[in-house]
C-alpha cells in the first residue's frame, strides 16, 4: 500500500495540483525531507525526460513553499548538491535553477561556493528565457548578499566568469538584478580594480538607457529605475573615469534632449567619484562640451543640467585648494572667458556667461570670492562708462542675477568669512541701484537688483 507521501507525489505528477505541493511542503517542514525524496526516486532518474523533468519540478516547487527555518543544514548541503547536479541535464536545468534560487539566504559557505560554480560551469544565459535567466541573476544576488565573504574568496575568478554571465543581457527586470550585483562587486571585492574594462563592457553598452515599458507593463520597471540602477554602477568605482568621459562626450555631442540630460546628470554624479586628477586632465574638453550645451541650449531644462553639472565639475577640479590659495585652472580660464563676454552685455552670449559665472557662485567659497571680485566691478564699470549708457538696462540685469546668486549662496554656508560676499562692493552696488532706479528704462532691472539686495542677510545696515 503506498504511503500518504507516495501518493501526494503521484497526484501531483498526473494532476499537476496546488494541494498536493502544499501537502508536501508540510511534510518537508516537519523533517521528513527524505521521504518526499524517496517518493520522488523513481521520477528523478527516470529516463522519459517528461517525468525527470516533473520529478525536479517538483521538488524544487515543495522547496520554495517551505518556510527557511523548515530546513536543517543537512537537509540544505543534500539540495544544494542534488540542485547543482540537475543543472547539467538541458531537461532539468530551469526547475533546478528555481530550486536554488531559494538556497542561498539558508545555505552554509561551502554550499554557497558549490551552487556559484555550478552555475557558472553549466548555465549557458543565451539558451534561457528571460524567466530563467532571472532566476539565475536571483541566484548570484542572493550570494553576494549573503556569502559575499566566499566569492570574494574566490577573486579574479568570480568576477570573471560573472562579466562571462551577464553579456548580452536585455531584459530591463533581469538588468536591474545583474546591475546590483555589479554595483557590489565594484564597490565591496577588492579584485574589482583588475576587471574594469571587462565590467565597463557589460555597463556602458547600455548607457545612455532607452528603454520604453510595453503597455500593460506586468513589472512596472521604468527608464528611470533602470537609469539609477546604471548610475549606481557607472559611479561605483574610478577607475571607469577615463573609460566614461569620451562616452559622456559622445553622447553629449550626439544625442537628442533626453540622452543629453541623462548624460549630464550621470556626469554629475560621476565626476567626484572619478576624482580631481581626471577632471583637471579632460576640463578642457568638458568645458567645451558643456559650454555649447548652455550657450547654444536646445531647451531650458538642458541648459539647468549643464550649468548644475559644470558646477560639479569645477567643485572636483578645486576640491584640493585650499581658500587662500590663488584660483587658477578652469575656474579661473572659465571666469576670464566669461567676462569677456560680458564686454557686450546686450547680447544673448551676454546672459549665458552670467548663467556660468552665477553657477559659480555656488562652488567653493575660494571660486565664489574670485568670481564676485571679477564680475562685479567689471559691471560696475560698464556701468559707470558714458558710452554704455544704452546699455544700462542689460547691465543692471545682469548684475542683478549676480546680487541673487551671491544672496543663494549664503544660505548653504554658515563660515562667517562668507557670510557677506558682496560686503566689498555693496556702496558701489547700491548707488548703481538707485540710479538705476530713477532712470525709467533701468526702473525694473534695478528694482530687481535691490530685491535681490535687500533680501541678503547682512546685506544693508
Same mark, same amino acid.
Given at each position: 500500500m503506498a504511503s500518504p507521501i507516495d501518493q501526494i507525489v503521484t497526484n501531483w505528477i498526473v494532476s499537476g495540483r496546488e494541494e498536493d505541493v502544499?501537502?508536501?511542503?508540510?511534510?518537508?517542514?516537519?523533517?521528513?525531507?527524505?521521504?518526499?525524496?524517496?517518493?520522488?526516486?523513481?521520477?528523478?532518474?527516470?529516463?522519459?525526460?517528461?517525468?525527470?523533468?516533473?520529478?525536479?519540478?517538483?521538488?524544487?516547487?515543495?522547496?520554495?513553499?517551505?518556510?527557511p527555518n523548515a530546513l536543517n543544514r543537512q537537509s540544505v548541503k543534500v539540495l544544494s548538491t542534488f540542485f547543482c547536479d540537475k543543472l547539467d541535464d538541458t531537461e532539468t536545468i530551469v526547475p533546478a535553477l528555481k530550486g536554488l534560487a531559494s538556497l542561498p539566504a539558508i545555505c552554509s559557505d561551502a554550499d554557497a561556493e558549490t551552487i556559484i560554480q555550478a552555475v557558472f560551469t553549466h548555465v549557458r544565459m543565451r539558451a534561457l528565457v528571460q524567466s530563467v535567466r532571472f532566476s539565475v541573476f536571483n541566484i548570484v544576488d542572493g550570494l553576494v548578499k549573503h556569502h559575499a565573504a566566499v566569492l570574494k574568496s574566490m577573486k579574479s575568478d568570480y568576477?570573471?566568469?560573472?562579466?562571462?554571465?551577464?553579456?548580452?543581457?536585455?531584459?530591463?527586470?533581469?538588468?536591474?538584478?545583474?546591475?546590483?550585483?555589479?554595483?557590489?562587486?565594484?564597490?565591496?571585492?577588492?579584485?574589482?580594480?583588475?576587471?574594469?574594462?571587462?565590467?565597463s563592457n557589460i555597463l556602458f553598452c547600455y548607457f545612455p538607457i532607452t528603454f520604453r515599458p510595453p503597455a500593460n507593463d506586468p513589472y512596472?520597471?521604468?527608464?528611470?529605475?533602470?537609469?539609477?540602477?546604471?548610475?549606481?554602477?557607472?559611479?561605483?568605482?574610478?577607475?571607469?573615469?577615463?573609460?566614461?568621459?569620451?562616452?559622456?562626450?559622445?553622447?553629449?555631442?550626439?544625442?537628442?534632449?533626453?540622452?543629453?540630460r541623462d548624460t549630464l546628470q550621470t556626469?554629475?554624479?560621476?565626476?567626484?567619484?572619478?576624482?580631481?586628477?581626471?577632471?583637471?586632465?579632460?576640463?578642457?574638453?568638458?568645458?567645451?562640451?558643456?559650454?555649447?550645451?548652455?550657450?547654444?541650449?536646445?531647451?531650458?531644462?538642458?541648459?539647468?543640467? %549643464?550649468? +548644475? /553639472?559644470?558646477?560639479? $565639475?569645477?567643485?572636483?577640479?578645486?576640491?584640493?585648494? @585650499?581658500?587662500?590659495?590663488? &584660483?587658477q585652472g578652469l575656474a579661473r580660464d572659465a571666469c576670464e572667458e566669461c567676462i569677456a563676454i560680458l564686454r557686450e552685455p546686450e547680447k544673448s552670449q551676454a546672459r549665458a556667461a552670467i548663467k556660468v559665472l552665477c553657477a559659480f557662485m555656488a562652488t567653493t567659497p575660494s571660486i565664489s570670492k574670485y568670481t564676485l571680485a571679477n564680475v562685479v566691478p567689471h559691471l560696475l564699470k560698464l556701468f559707470n562708462d558714458p558710452r554704455e549708457v544704452p546699455a544700462r538696462p542689460s547691465i543692471l540685469l545682469l548684475l542683478s542675477d549676480v546680487i541673487a546668486a551671491a544672496r543663494d549662496s549664503l544660505r548653504s554656508k554658515t563660515n562667517v568669512e562668507a557670510a557677506l560676499p558682496l560686503a566689498p562692493y555693496k556702496d558701489d552696488v547700491l548707488g548703481a541701484?538707485?540710479?538705476?532706479?530713477?532712470? %525709467?528704462? +533701468? /526702473?525694473?532691472?534695478? $528694482?530687481?537688483?535691490?530685491?535681490?539686495?535687500?533680501? @541678503?542677510?547682512?546685506?544693508? &545696515?
Open positions: 502544499d501537502a508536501a511542503a508540510v511534510e518537508v517542514s516537519q523533517g521528513r525531507l527524505l521521504g518526499v525524496v524517496k517518493a520522488l526516486g523513481q521520477y528523478l532518474t527516470s529516463e522519459d525526460d517528461n517525468l525527470r523533468t516533473k520529478g525536479v519540478e517538483f521538488l524544487s516547487t515543495v522547496i520554495v513553499k517551505c518556510p568576477i570573471r566568469r560573472y562579466i562571462a554571465l551577464a553579456d548580452g543581457e536585455k531584459d530591463p527586470r533581469n538588468l536591474l538584478v545583474a546591475f546590483n550585483v555589479a554595483r557590489t562587486i565594484l564597490l565591496e571585492f577588492d579584485s574589482a580594480a583588475d576587471h574594469v574594462e571587462g565590467l512596472g520597471i521604468t527608464p528611470d529605475d533602470l537609469r539609477a540602477a546604471l548610475r549606481g554602477c557607472l559611479n561605483a568605482h574610478s577607475g571607469f573615469g577615463p573609460i566614461a568621459i569620451p562616452i559622456f562626450l559622445e553622447k553629449l555631442a550626439a544625442g537628442s534632449p533626453a540622452i543629453k556626469m554629475a554624479i560621476c565626476f567626484p567619484v572619478y576624482g580631481p586628477a581626471l577632471a583637471r586632465e579632460n576640463a578642457r574638453k568638458l568645458w567645451n562640451a558643456l559650454k555649447l550645451e548652455i550657450f547654444q541650449p536646445t531647451d531650458g531644462l538642458t541648459e539647468a543640467e %549643464a550649468l +548644475t /553639472t559644470l558646477g560639479t $565639475l569645477v567643485v572636483t577640479i578645486h576640491a584640493d585648494d @585650499t581658500q587662500d590659495e590663488e &584660483v541701484l538707485v540710479s538705476g532706479v530713477l532712470a %525709467a528704462p +533701468t /526702473t525694473r532691472p534695478a $528694482l530687481a537688483g535691490l530685491t535681490g539686495l535687500v533680501s @541678503t542677510s547682512g546685506a544693508v &545696515v
